[in-house]
């Protein structure tokens, strides 16, 4: 089976199949993260801007990377950029949303993104790699671009923060 | 792990067990956190999303793209192995050119010249044939589409 690296090798020749493949591994990671990202909102877009940075950006992907903390780092960085570009009154946090769209969500039992919702973008980055897509301190800290002492930090951070929230509930 | 279906999508397994290791390692959360019911509150999302559908719709907008890159990528293919096969050309031809000069000098001891000479040009033109065939068959087999292959794990 191909590995991920050369599949990007061959989308680089136009091969379909290749970027195929690669929905087909990362789809379910890669949707999610971007819906817990953005507390579920714009993540077709965001999805779709991610694969098109992929395609874009495949023939200066370095094959002796890993793709999948390539790909995590594009959907981090597109996830800032829509959190920078958000409307002030466009709440991110759920419960501060009104009308049907809100009741809609609650009922969906967004309980976990409600928690998320809270927390500060750096720490819920890390939450939601290290918690949900099961990335090592490593890991994250590459996807992240940041050194791995940060990473933990945050996590603290981050626990200490839902927690609170726990209580409080 | 299906991809196409359109189930909530929980937590990784390693979920808690990821609160729990840096519990272990930080006192003030190991204290502090209630690990467990953090968990099960981080593990009650529902993410409905059809990954699947999603999916579809990047193949779609990115397929012009696709193709333009294929047809850029079949025809650097075909230059390079078209360039290839025509570097040792020039050799070949005058190899050939000196072999049928001796046959034709054999062929034209034994038989009339006329004759000679025809059965060495039917000779020669049927080298050029096959010199033809050849290199047209140069593009049909860079057509053949490249197959998803490659050695090592998925990462």
């Not at chain 1, 501060?96 to 969500?105: C, K, M, S, V, Y």
């Not at chain 1, 939450?127 to 930090?153: M, W």
């Not at chain 2, 589409?145 to 490659?150: F, I, K, T």
């Amino acid at each position: 089976m191909a590995t991920d690296e050369a599949l990007v090798g061959q989308l680089v020749q136009g091969n379909e199949d290749a970027l195929r493949e690669l929905l087909r591994r990362y789809e379910r990671a890669l949707s999610s993260f971007i819906y817990r990202h953005t507390a579920g909102r714009d993540v077709e877009d965001l999805y779709q801007e991610t694969w098109l940075r992929v395609v874009r950006e495949a023939p200066r992907f370095d094959p002796t990377r890993r793709f999948s903390t390539w790909l995590f780092q594009i959907a981090v960085n597109l996830c800032r950029d829509w959190h920078r570009r958000a409307r002030p009154n466009d709440p991110t946090d759920v419960d501060d949303l009104e009308g049907p769209r809100a009741l809609e969500r609650r009922e969906a039992g967004l309980d976990a993104g409600r928690l998320l919702a809270r927390l500060p973008e750096l720490q819920r980055e890390v939450v939601i790699l290290r918690y949900y897509e099961d990335l090592s301190e490593e890991q994250a800290a590459q996807v992240l671009q940041c050194p791995k002492g940060t990473v933990k930090s945050r996590m603290h951070h981050a626990m200490a923060r839902l927690a609170e929230l726990v209580k409080e509930r | 792990m299906s991809h196409t279906d359109n189930t909530p999508n929980v937590a990784t397994p390693g979920g808690a067990r990821v609160l729990r290791e840096h519990a272990q390692e930080c006192a003030e959360c190991g204290t502090q956190v209630p690990i467990d019911r953090l968990a099960g509150l981080l593990d009650s999302t529902a993410v409905s999303i059809d990954a699947a559908a999603l999916s579809q719709r990047v193949l779609q907008r990115v397929r012009p793209e696709l193709e333009r890159r294929a047809g850029a990528a079949w025809w650097r293919r075909v230059a390079a192995a078209l360039l290839v096969a025509l570097v040792p050309l020039p050799l070949v031809v005058a190899y050939d050119a000196y072999l049928l000069q001796m046959v034709y000098g054999l062929v034209s001891a034994l038989l009339p010249s006329t004759v000679a000479a025809y059965l060495v040009l039917s000779y020669a033109a049927f080298l050029v044939l096959l010199f033809a065939t050849t290199y047209a068959a140069i593009p049909l087999v860079l057509s053949r589409p490249p197959r998803l292959a490659g050695g090592g794990a998925t990462t």
